[in-house]
């Protein structure tokens, strides 16, 4: 996994020269922005998932995120971009609906006239927010642990093959001369 992010992931020169991210200057030479351990990719990954769920300026809060965690900040910037102008409409009125329910209001139709007029927005928007904030919060923790146990399994599994492989070393090497081939 580790290799696949590094391979597939700009490098933090790419990102410093894009001037996208300009307004935090000299706060992205910070290394622990680029480094893909553990801790670093599971809190990215949080970030970026918390940040999906807001209605503007989810690139520059997850950047901004990430750069107060100190977590790696391609990855928190990347994963906003799950919700993109296709999975917007969908996502969004299923965290409407949560926030209705949650509020025991009775949540209006996926109406594409109803939700087109902006005089509708304001009856919204506290159920949208509210709908926002708990899936948010809900997706960066179980986002936060899934990457935390797949980590740990990974970096299990490979410390158990390598035990394998050390044994099997040992068992070939400590088999009596005659048995041996040359």
């Known amino acids: 996994m580790k290799r696949w992010l ?18 935090f200057g000299k706060l992205l030479h910070d290394p622990n922005l680029w480094h893909l351990n553990r801790h670093s990719v599971a809190g990215a990954t949080a970030v970026g998932f918390f940040a999906m769920f807001l209605p503007f300026g989810q690139s520059l809060i997850a950047a ?7 977590v790696n900040l391609p990855i928190s910037v ?28 009775e949540p209006g139709e996926f109406a594409l006239q109803y939700w087109l ?28 642990l899934a990457v935390q146990a797949i980590w740990r399994w990974r970096l299990m599994r490979r410390i158990r093959e390598r035990r394998e492989r050390y044994r099997a070393a040992l068992s070939r090497d400590n088999r009596p001369s005659s048995n041996r081939q040359t």
């Open 6 to 23: 590094k391979r597939n992931l700009p490098a933090a020169g790419t990102i410093r020269a894009s001037g996208r991210f300009g307004v």
């Open 64 to 70: 901004a995120a990430a750069i107060v965690l100190r």
């Open 78 to 105: 990347a994963l906003v971009w799950v919700t993109n102008p296709v999975t917007i409409p969908p996502v969004y009125y299923f965290n409407y609906r949560i926030g209705c329910w949650m509020l025991g209001i």
């Open 117 to 144: 007029d902006w005089h509708h927005w304001i009856a919204v928007i506290w159920p949208l927010m509210l709908g926002n904030l708990v899936c948010g919060t809900l997706c960066s923790v179980l986002a936060y």
